[in-house]
């Protein structure tokens, strides 16, 4: 009897100590945002997740690309050469951007706005359609638009290249998502994880247990590997089945690479693993650049934590500490191992806040 009594009071404690996770859904940046808190009573997750919300749907009006808005007219103001006042949430985004613009020697680049354009990738809805002209696209690249060529003092924003068109797509829903969980953090929520699309940050662990993260396989379909992570971690994932459109039999994706004027060609999906999501998702678009030859040297200079990369040869590249915290699914891929990730000196010294 004293044995069942324990038995049954133990349960009762393991019950008492798992905390609920309360989950909620929103539209946003085009895509389904999933907000994760665990430990909170459903009056406190009501009112941190509407606060949430509305930061969103206020950033995702101030940054977008081509809908009529604050972008918009600074994307005219900065072909023009004379300098500007800024909207006060752009200034940090286009800071941001320079430094990891920088650190990836240019594979990162939002000033490429009118080839995204040209693309097509700045329309609601995509459709078949034939790619852009090789002439019109050579004109673009030749102009050679890029961070480097735009100056912030205090709150003004000077252009000087008349080629210069911002498109934060890249990275706009992660920079939203960091400043949602320090949010989340001053007001006491020590365990939560927010997801947009293939990018997220986690804080803390879900009721006990690491947060489980499902990296699909390139074509989006299937499960490759499943990435636990705890404490304070980023997570972006870009990959060729995101934003897309199919002519001819052939897919163009809207990773473009800003050297070429097209759509990367040697990878397929990028996993990176950073402490903010800003970085993670800037560091996933340039090593989805970079591709199998060059990835690491870039993943080094941008201070990235670990490296999943799937190549068009249907190799799966990654840094041994990757290699070890990931729980495979499927088995069938070639497996290459890079050497560790270490930091360099200046990476170091500019680790994002």
């Known amino acids: 009897m004293l044995l069942i009594v324990l038995i049954v009071l133990l349960a009762l404690t393991a019950c008492k100590d798992r905390s609920p996770v309360i989950v909620t859904r929103f539209t946003a940046f085009g895509t389904q945002v999933d907000v994760s808190l665990v430990?909170?009573?459903?009056?406190?997750?009501?009112?941190?997740?509407?606060?949430?919300?509305q930061d969103f749907a206020y950033l995702e009006r101030d940054w977008h690309a081509w809908n009529p808005g604050p972008m918009t007219r600074v994307n005219r103001l900065l072909a023009t050469g004379q300098p500007f006042v800024a909207p006060p949430s752009m200034l940090p985004l286009v800071r941001l951007s320079k430094t990891l613009a920088a650190r990836s020697d240019g594979l990162f680049n939002p000033a490429i706005g009118y080839l995204m354009e040209l693309w097509g990738f700045q329309d609601d809805r995509l459709g078949s359609r034939p790619p852009p002209s090789p002439d019109r696209i050579a004109r673009l690249v030749k102009a050679n638009p890029t961070m480097a060529q735009i100056d912030i003092d205090g709150l003004d924003l000077r252009g000087h290249n008349a080629a210069l068109s911002l498109d934060f797509n890249a990275i706009a829903k992660s920079h939203a998502i960091d400043l949602s969980i320090r949010q989340l953090m001053e007001t006491g929520i020590d365990n939560a994880l927010i997801q947009a699309g293939g990018h997220l940050r986690a804080i803390g662990d879900r009721a006990g247990q690491p947060w489980r993260i499902p990296i699909r396989r390139p074509n989006g379909s299937g499960v490759f590997a499943i990435l636990p992570i705890r404490g304070n971690e980023s997570v972006a994932t870009?990959?060729?089945?995101?934003?897309?459109?199919?002519?001819?039999?052939?897919?163009?994706?809207?990773?473009?690479?800003?050297?070429?004027?097209?759509?990367?060609?040697?990878?397929?999906?990028?996993?990176?693993?950073?402490d903010d999501a800003t970085t993670a998702a800037a560091a996933a678009t340039a090593l989805f650049i970079a591709g199998p030859k060059d990835w690491h040297r870039i993943a080094v200079n941008m201070g990235v934590r670990d490296v999943?990369?799937?190549?068009?040869?249907?190799?799966?590249?990654?840094?041994?500490?990757?290699?070890?915290?990931?729980?495979?699914?499927?088995?069938?891929?070639?497996?290459?191992l890079s050497a560790p990730l270490q930091m360099t000196a200046e990476s170091s010294k500019t680790q994002l806040q």
């Open 39 to 53: 430990g909170v009573g459903k009056a406190q997750a009501k009112q941190a997740t509407d606060r949430i919300e």
């Open 238 to 274: 870009i990959a060729e089945y995101d934003r897309n459109f199919l002519f001819e039999g052939t897919l163009y994706h809207d990773v473009i690479d800003p050297r070429t004027g097209s759509p990367a060609q040697e990878t397929r999906a990028v996993t990176v693993i950073h």
């Open 308 to 336: 999943l990369l799937m190549d068009r040869q249907g190799r799966v590249r990654m840094n041994p500490a990757m290699a070890e915290r990931i729980e495979r699914v499927d088995d069938q891929d070639e497996i290459v």
